[in-house]
Every structure is written in C-alpha cells, then in structure tokens.
C-alpha cells in the first residue's frame, strides 16, 4: 500500500475527526487540524502512537491558513500533502429569508470561501508531489453533502454553500486533471456529529418572536429528531475518504451511504411541485399551520 500524507480540516469533531483516525490507523500520515487547540490536543492523545500530528488552522483566518501551510512544509521538510481533505463546515438553519446577512454572510465564508482560500493555500504543495515521477495522483477531497444535489427547505444557506462546493469542485475537477491532481466530491448524508446539535443552535441566532415562521421554530427539536433517527455512522464516511484516496481511477462523487442515491433519483424524477406539496406537509409549511392570519393566506 502506498502511505499518503494527508491534510484534513475540521478534525476536531464529527466526521474530520473520525476520518483522522480511521486514516492515520490504515497507515497514512495524518495531519489533522481544526481551530480548537483543546481539542486538537484531545484528539492528538486518542491516537496515541498512530502517525497523526495536529496543526492549528482556522479555514477562515487568511493567516492561519498561511502559517498551516508552512508549518506543513517545514514538518515534512519540504514534501508538502499530497492529499487535501477540506472537511470544515457547519449548517446553518433556518426560513432563508429570516436569516440576517450576516450569518448568510458566515455560512459561506466557512463552507464555500474557506475550503477554496485552504485549496488555494495548499495547491503548490500538491502540484509538486503530482509532478513527482514515482508519486500518486495528488488529490484533493471536498466533503460537500446530499444538500449539494437536492434542496430541503428550512435548510436554504447551508444547501446554497453546498451547491456552490458541488460546482467549484466539478471546474476545479478538470482544471487541474492535467497537473495530475484529481478533485472528489465525498457527500454524506445524515451523518451522526456535532452537526444536528450544532444547526439546532444556529436556529437560536435566526429566529425571532414575531415571525410568521414561530410554529416551525417552535418544533424545531422535533424536525430535528427525525432527521438524527435516520442518521449514520461517521465510519461510513471515512471508508468512503480511504476509497477516494487509495482507489487508482476515484470517481468524481462519493455518495456515504451509496442508498441516498435513491433520494437524488427521487428528487430528480418526480416533478418538482409533487415534490414540493410533499415537503411543505411535512414540515408544516402550509398557510394552516403556520399560524396566518386569514387576511394573509394564499393557496400554494
Ligand atoms: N453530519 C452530517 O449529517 C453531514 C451531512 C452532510 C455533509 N456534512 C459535512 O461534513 C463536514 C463535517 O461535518 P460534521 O458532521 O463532522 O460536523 P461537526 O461534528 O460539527 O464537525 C465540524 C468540524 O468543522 C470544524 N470547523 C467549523 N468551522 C471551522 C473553521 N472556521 N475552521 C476550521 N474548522 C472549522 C469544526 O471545528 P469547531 O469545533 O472548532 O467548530 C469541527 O471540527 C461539513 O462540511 C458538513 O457540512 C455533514
């Protein structure tokens, strides 16, 4: 087996975290990295002896970006990754039009300017280990989700940064094929993480008292709860990681799990309005159930 030197963002929690180890115990030089030095140093004593380092980066600090990319050099004496794994990300949720600037604003600098500014920063390390005679492919994975291919209301920020992942990486894809670096999507969907507690709780900076959407808010915890009883096991997602990076010919998509492709087919054979009546009946986006007064109620 071929060791590869492998960058991952966001490793201090969830699927980052769980690809790390799952990554560095298959053998591969793991630098993990994540803003939270506390965690970071959790997870450095999880590994214990397997070859995992951690290294401080922020996605969204310029200058944190730079001094990771350094300090990868300099540990690798000058080798640079050879693999990318831009993992950082969050979900923000909430009625799109409720949801201030600003957290739109903050969505989209972690997940779409973020992963671009860290793929920016570390292109000229993965250029020069694609132009190695010897070497492997270089690549870089970009963990987009589901929501990159089909659109949940209540969800439209995050599905926004997830799209515009899905489009950076199918350019980037052919941009660099011919320097020898190959871009994969790997798209979850529902994975146990963080990320359920952590969306529920960007609800909290979106929702305010006197919105026509208070009857969602209010059941937030059970929409929530019936999304996580349906959710995954962050291996899934990791061996889905080992295959893009160790398969000779990756795919351009890696669905974890391969079944949600069923949902896609769904979404894209249906027409779109049965689609949409079948949403809003779930999620209680109907006139009746959102509380209207009568004055102000228009059928769908
Ligand atoms: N879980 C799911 O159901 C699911 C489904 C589809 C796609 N995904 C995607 O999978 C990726 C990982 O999510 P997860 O489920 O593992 O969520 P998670 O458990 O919340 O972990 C997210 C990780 O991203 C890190 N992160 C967030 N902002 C960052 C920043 N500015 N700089 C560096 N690290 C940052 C977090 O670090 P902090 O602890 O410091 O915030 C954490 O380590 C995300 O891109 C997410 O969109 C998840």
Redesign the pocket.
Known sequence: MTIRTILI??????????AALHLAARGHRVFA????LA?LAELQAEAGRLPLETVQ?????PA?IRAAADEVLHRTAGRGVDVLV??????LAGPLAEIPLSELRAQL???VL?LHAVTAAFLPQLRSRAAEPEAPRARILN?????GRVTFPLFGA?HA??YAVEAMSDALRNELAPLGIDVIL?????????????SRASIERVRTEESVYAPIYARADAIQARSDAQ?FG?EI?SRAMERAITTRRPRARYLAPARTLALIALFKLLPTRWIDRLLRAVLGLTPARLALPASQRRPA
């Open positions: 963002t966001g490793a201090t929690a969830g699927i980052g975290r769980h990295t994540g803003r939270n965690a980066l922020d996605v969204t600090s944190s831009n993992n950082a990300g969050y979900g600098e972690t997940n973020g963990v987009s989700s589901i929501g995050y940064s997830k790997i798209e979850p969907g529902p994975i146990r993480s963080e990320f359920s507690a952590r959710s962050p997602v």
